[in-house]
């Protein structure tokens, strides 16, 4: 198949005409089974919220950013554990509280306890930079939560960049300046598969695919619980700190 150098985004934005599915911050942690991308969306909110509860409760006046987003789909569970979020978005349009990239965010150094980033590093040109900027805006002993996918379609709003790997997950920290604490794999091999059979089905059907979907979903979600395999994931998610220089030790 022969892919044209120009006009990549004309041509997916012509692929979606009438199809595509804007989902609200509590579609995305909440997704109903009739969504395409249902399987998705729930394993990567579970996992994303036990990580995030893990945490455990945040100190008087803590601060936490979701960066990439202009509504943090998460607001909710982060102000339960006593955090006062804010969101980074890239356009004034879109109501964010600050605007900036994720590579250059604006924001005074060691100013947040939380960074969270999900699904946002495949549209950052550079997300080496970016997660040195996240470091930078970490107060010491912050963390900083992240989403990558492994297995997803083209979809550039605004650009589509990148793919990770586990062990893409863990250079890409090592090389910002962080250690993973802990990485997370979001569906074995079926469930990925049947979110891809949910693709093709949206990209013919589009939203009147709906009950064919939910059976697709129930069938992977099953499938996926019977038979792991952490070789074919369609998506990580990381938590991850920031790494302490070590003081030169004076002979």
């Not at 970016?130 to 379609?153: C, D, M, N, Q, T």
Request: charged share 25%.
């Amino acid at each position: 198949m022969r892919i044209p150098l120009d006009g990549l985004v004309e041509s997916f934005r012509r692929a979606q005409e009438g199809k595509r599915s804007r989902h609200g911050p509590g579609d995305r942690v909440r997704p109903s089974l009739a969504q395409y991308d249902y399987l998705a969306l729930s394993s990567l909110s579970a996992d994303v919220a036990e990580l995030i509860d893990g945490l455990g409760p945040a100190a008087a006046g803590a601060r936490a950013l979701d960066l990439g987003a202009d509504r943090s789909p998460y607001r909710e569970r982060l102000e339960a554990l006593g955090y006062g979020v804010e969101t980074l978005d890239i356009g004034d349009e879109s109501g964010a509280d600050h605007v900036g990239t994720a590579e250059r965010t604006g924001l005074r150094d060691a100013s947040f306890d939380l960074v969270l980033c999900t699904q946002v590093l495949e549209h950052v040109p550079r997300p080496l930079e970016a997660l040195r900027e996240v470091r930078r805006i970490l107060k010491p002993g912050g963390r900083f939560l992240f989403s990558v996918p492994h297995v997803w379609f083209f979809h550039p709003h605004p650009a589509d960049y990148w793919r990770f790997t586990q062990q893409g997950v863990l250079e890409l920290c090592a090389q910002g300046g962080f250690r993973a604490v802990e990485l997370r794999g979001q569906g074995g091999t079926l469930l990925s598969v049947a979110q891809i059979v949910n693709f093709t089905a949206y990209g013919v059907l589009g939203k009147g695919g709906a009950p064919l979907f939910a059976a697709i979903n129930l069938i992977g979600a099953r499938l996926d619980r019977l038979v792991a395999n952490p070789l074919f994931i369609h998506n990580f998610v990381c938590l991850a700190e920031p790494v302490v220089p070590k003081e030169p030790r004076h002979l």
